[in-house]
């Protein structure tokens, strides 16, 4: 199996203690790619030399909505520069999160700062949509962007507005939670095959039958098997379509 998962945290706190060496390990195994996504400025230089030591490794730069108040007024200028790096594919992840208290007015000018750079510079940006699904799309309709809406089990009427003008839709192991992943399903159905993507979000979102344990991209494989049952096709179909996509969304088709 070839696994590229688009959307993953290797700068998480969760794994300091022993983030070399579990990429380490993952050279030279079933994981082909990593798309390293960021989450806030205190991590922009971990992230850096993540993908500046791993050649399967790219990322993103970009402020999380959850972290809007703790961000410092030059974040812009930084993220600008940062992605000048040819491993830096990206921009984000941004967007709304209306699940915790963030300031909605910072969270909405911090996502519009964003996204407007992401045109400016026409590089692909990685969405952020959680319990917003309405300002979310009211913003994204705006700006019509490339890239990603990731993790998404929002309305279905989403998916295909957002997929018609071109962007992607990742899915990773909530497709296996039994208590909340029929919206995620809905939206999987909705998806159309080169609109598909697969991701983990690790370290936080294990398969639901060990949901205790610290996630990583190898766990792209449940994905992969889930998503083929759903659907009714084969595995084989689901790795060779998520791979296509992956190197599409982040333009990186010379590496197919
Ligand atoms: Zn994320």
């Not at 790619?33 to 991590?43: A, H, M, R, T, Y």
């Not at 594919?89 to 007015?105: C, N, Q, R, S, T």
């Not at 700006?143 to 990742?170: A, C, N």
Request: glycine share 4%; aromatic share 10%.
């Amino acid at each position: 199996m070839e696994i590229y998962d688009t959307h993953a945290h290797y700068e998480d706190a969760m794994f300091d203690k022993d983030r070399f060496e579990f990429l380490d390990g993952l050279v030279d195994s079933e994981v082909k790619f990593i798309l390293n996504c960021c989450s806030d400025v205190e991590v922009f230089d971990t992230v850096m030399e993540i993908v500046n030591r791993y050649d399967f490794i790219y990322g993103s730069i970009g402020i999380h909505p959850h972290w809007v108040t703790s961000t410092p007024d030059d974040y812009l200028e930084r993220i600008r520069k940062l992605v000048k790096h040819k491993k830096i594919v990206a921009i984000g992840e941004m967007g709304l999160d209306y699940f915790f208290d963030d300031p909605k007015d910072l969270q909405k000018r911090i996502f519009i700062e964003q996204l407007e750079l992401a045109k400016e510079l026409d590089m692909p940006v990685i969405i952020h949509d959680r319990d917003a699904h309405e300002d979310c799309l009211e913003i994204l309709r705006k700006y019509k962007p490339v890239g990603i809406l990731h993790r998404f089990g929002g309305p279905v009427e989403m998916v295909k507005e957002v997929t018609d003008w071109g962007m992607y839709i990742s899915f990773n192991n909530d497709l296996t939670y039994p208590e909340w992943n029929k919206p995620h399903i809905d939206c999987l159905m909705a998806t159309p095959w080169d609109r598909f993507l697969i991701e983990t979000d690790c370290p936080y979102a294990s398969p639901s039958n060990e949901r205790e344990r610290r996630c990583d991209s190898k766990d792209c494989a449940n994905v992969i098997k889930e998503v083929a049952r759903l659907r009714n096709v084969s595995e084989e179909f689901v790795e060779k379509t998520a791979k296509e996509n992956a190197l599409k969304v982040y333009r990186l088709e010379d590496k197919l």
